[in-house]
């Protein structure tokens, strides 16, 4: 059986489609690390995990459309529901590998929150996420815990990212217009300010591992239920568009 | 950075094999990314990582001098000439 986006209520279909959008912008932008990680290795490693998490976004855009090319690269900005978090550039190494630990410690608890969905397909899903993401984490931890047991120098680079990307990153859980509608379903198993409370707590344990006391920020602002793209991002989708705009009736 | 030599060993009874080299900063930090390297399209089951500082190498004057000694290469043939006569074959 394939289910479509009819059979879910708008407030279903707003969730899956932020956490597609999410998984589809962070991946594009680990992606952009190819041929220029830090060696090759690591180059090679940071856009496998690029490749996992646009494997998830296609995964949960099939659930949400026949036409998963089109929904993914040529709506209008207004109509994605990605994060800030996802949208940013973070050119810069600590940017980003701050960006990656943040971001997988939230898609941990969203992958939790759908492990027993009333949807089969998302079970499914979630399931063989959190295969790929147990990686994911590691390989965050393995460069974070080195860092913060290395020079000044690198825990002040990874405490700066941290104090700017913090904000965004608990910008994740600020809930989407009818959440509560794909609670009711058992579409997913718990609210936005649940998951944030736990993301909280997983993270502070983090910090803490690593001997990084930090003053808690609070979330940006701006975002309004993911409904506003952050500054930047006509620029970000038209690169993403490049290829898919040359012949938009192609078949591939 | 240390330099690792990767070998991949798919199931079955095929043996390990020396599959390439990768460089990493430890241990643990070299596995994940030898796994991405060398091992994310499945090409292995099980996967050895040596670090080349830990590799036995022999010098070339040790190996070189049995290069020239065609009696140690048997091909075969001259025991399977033999068994064919004695068959009456040949």
Redesign the interface.
Same mark, same amino acid.
């Given at each position: 059986m394939s289910l479509t986006a009819t059979d879910m209520s708008p407030g279903t279909i707003e969730w899956l489609t932020g956490f597609a959008d999410d998984e589809h912008f962070i991946g594009s932008r680990h992606a952009s690390w190819i041929g220029l990680g830090p060696? /090759?290795?690591?180059d /090679?490693?940071f856009c496998?995990i690029a490749q996992d998490e646009l494997g998830h976004a296609i995964a949960l855009y099939e659930l949400l459309t026949e036409s998963v090319d089109d929904f993914a690269l040529l709506r209008t900005p207004a109509d994605y529901r990605s994060a800030w978090l996802c949208e940013l550039p973070c050119e810069k190494w600590n940017y980003s590998l701050v960006r990656h630990w943040l971001y997988d410690r939230a898609e941990e608890l969203r992958w939790e929150s759908l492990a027993s969905s009333t949807i089969p397909a998302l079970q499914t899903l979630a399931a063989r996420a959190e295969r790929e993401e147990v990686?994911h984490r590691?390989?965050a931890d /393995?460069?974070l815990s080195?860092l913060a047991d290395g020079d000044d120098y690198g825990r002040a680079q990874v405490l700066t990212a941290v104090a700017e990307l913090l904000p965004y990153a608990l910008a994740l859980w600020e809930p989407v217009e009818g959440e509560n509608d794909a609670l009711d379903a058992g579409v997913i198993s718990t609210a936005s300010a649940d998951l944030a409370a736990s993301y909280t707590t997983r993270v502070e344990g983090d910090l803490d591992r690593w001997g990084f006391e930090i003053a808690w920020p609070t979330a940006i602002e701006g975002q309004n239920c993911r409904t506003v793209r952050s500054a930047g991002f006509e620029e970000f989708l038209q690169s993403l568009q490049e290829v898919i705009v040359l012949d938009p009736n192609a078949t591939w | 950075m240390n330099t690792y030599e990767v070998f991949l060993k798919k199931a079955g009874r095929e043996e390990f094999r020396h599959v390439g080299s990768m460089q990493a900063p430890d241990p643990e930090l070299a596995l994940p990314l030898a796994r991405e390297s060398y091992a994310r399209r499945a090409e292995g089951d099980l996967m050895w990582l040596v670090d080349r500082d830990d590799l036995i190498v022999a010098n070339e004057a040790l190996i070189a001098p049995n290069a020239d000694k065609p009696h140690r290469h048997n091909d075969g043939k001259r025991v399977a000439d033999r068994r064919k006569r004695e068959r009456g074959e040949a």
């Open positions: 060696f /090759l290795e690591e /090679l490693a496998s990686f590691d390989h /393995l460069y080195r | -």
